[in-house]
């Protein structure tokens, strides 16, 4: 589960989202700027360690309903990670503290002095499945990126025009994506209607265990008229051509179920640093309260 932390964080990098992948990343801009994005996103995979900070806020008809903070360390070599992240809202306040390798994640409240242990190390026979896959995936990868890029090129359209590709004075290369509501594709607006593929039970064991109650971090739900109305992001890609800030907007309309109308901006912002060199924290649970979560408990 941890071993895809890094790669994951870099995806929120490129993406941040369904909606950013498939609008900023998708359609990147003029032939330069669109290159040299794909560039980054490819080189940005190579990385062996880093450190994000990942913030992001959701407002509902102007008024911030959820505000998240938090930093990563994630180690793709070693497989290991650790971070700490804040959920806010008007109605709670959450933060917590992790830790985690192949064979295990801690994570802790921060307003509890237990620690909680969830053991995840596979069974002999679900290693060598994996094993294979992962082998079959690194054979069959570059014939995949090659056919998912020929599909990118040919969705990117006209939209190559609305990318600006600015060369800083550092090395560094900046992309700004701005896209109004005529601009953003139907295939957007088609993904944020469609409703419940993702929906999280409301029972889910997993609330529980954190603490958490998901009414209190939930906008109201959209269920009519929904259109993505603005996308704007800013990336930033180092001099070595690594993926490290992305700063992006996008405000999205449409009606809850009383056919009320609401207006909902979310934002994103990662940052990247330390690539490959940051190192990840660890954790002595010697002489301190520990609570066994198991798998059937996580279910």
């Given at each position: 589960?941890?071993?895809?932390?890094?790669?994951?964080?870099?995806?929120?990098?490129?993406?941040?989202?369904?909606?950013?992948?498939?609008?900023?990343?998708?359609?990147?801009?003029?032939?330069?700027?669109?290159?040299?994005?794909?560039?980054?996103?490819?080189?940005?995979?190579?990385?062996?360690?880093?450190?994000?900070?990942?913030?992001?806020?959701?407002?509902?008809?102007?008024?911030?309903?959820?505000?998240?903070?938090?930093?990563?360390?994630?180690?793709?070599?070693?497989?290991?990670?650790?971070?700490?992240?804040?959920?806010?809202?008007?109605?709670?306040?959450?933060?917590?503290?992790?830790?985690?390798?192949?064979?295990?994640?801690?994570?802790?409240?921060?307003?509890?002095?237990?620690?909680?242990?969830?053991?995840?190390?596979?069974?002999?026979?679900?290693?060598?499945?994996?094993?294979?896959?992962?082998?079959?995936?690194?054979?069959?990868?570059?014939?995949?990126?090659?056919?998912?890029?020929?599909?990118?090129?040919?969705?990117?359209?006209?939209?190559?025009?609305?990318?600006?590709?600015?060369?800083?004075?550092?090395?560094?290369?900046?992309?700004?994506?701005?896209?109004?509501?005529?601009?953003?594709?139907?295939?957007?607006?088609?993904?944020?209607?469609?409703?419940?593929?993702?929906?999280?039970?409301?029972?889910?064991?997993?609330?529980?265990?954190?603490?958490?109650?998901?009414?209190?971090?939930?906008?109201?739900?959209?269920?009519?008229?929904?259109?993505?109305?603005?996308?704007?992001?800013?990336?930033?890609?180092?001099?070595?051509?690594?993926?490290?800030?992305?700063?992006?907007?996008?405000?999205?309309?449409?009606?809850?179920?009383?056919?009320?109308?609401?207006?909902?901006?979310?934002?994103?912002?990662?940052?990247?640093?330390?690539?490959?060199?940051?190192?990840?924290?660890s954790i002595k649970l010697d002489g301190k309260?520990?609570?066994?979560?198991?798998?059937?408990?996580?279910?």
């Amino acid at each position: 589960m941890n071993k895809n932390l890094l790669k994951a964080g870099i995806g929120l990098i490129v993406g941040g989202s369904l909606l950013i992948t498939s609008t900023v990343l998708s359609m990147a801009g003029g032939p330069s700027g669109y290159e040299a994005l794909k560039s980054a996103v490819k080189n940005s995979k190579t990385i062996e360690n880093a450190t994000l900070n990942v913030s992001g806020s959701v407002a509902d008809n102007d008024k911030e309903l959820i505000k998240v903070k938090s930093t990563f360390k994630a180690d793709e070599k070693q497989h290991s990670y650790s971070g700490v992240i804040s959920l806010k809202s008007d109605k709670s306040n959450k933060a917590y503290t992790l830790f985690g390798n192949e064979e295990q994640m801690i994570f802790k409240d921060d307003a509890s002095q237990v620690y909680n242990k969830v053991e995840c190390n596979m069974e002999a026979k679900g290693k060598r499945f994996h094993k294979r896959i992962n082998s079959y995936e690194q054979k069959q990868n570059p014939q995949v990126e090659k056919i998912g890029e020929k599909i990118l090129d040919t969705l990117v359209g006209d939209l190559k025009k609305k990318v600006e590709l600015k060369n800083l004075d550092n090395g560094e290369k900046k992309i700004s994506i701005a896209l109004d509501k005529n601009e953003i594709p139907s295939l957007v607006n088609l993904m944020l209607s469609v409703k419940g593929q993702n929906e999280c039970d409301k029972a889910d064991k997993m609330h529980e265990i954190l603490g958490i109650n998901i009414e209190d971090y939930k906008a109201p739900e959209l269920v009519s008229d929904i259109k993505a109305e603005k996308v704007d992001a800013q990336i930033v890609i180092d001099k070595n051509n690594i993926i490290k800030e992305l700063d992006a907007e996008f405000d999205i309309t449409g009606n809850d179920a009383e056919n009320k109308a609401h207006n909902q901006d979310l934002k994103v912002k990662i940052d990247v640093s330390d690539i490959n060199s940051t190192k990840v924290d660890s954790i002595k649970l010697d002489g301190k309260n520990v609570k066994t979560i198991t798998r059937e408990d996580m279910e």
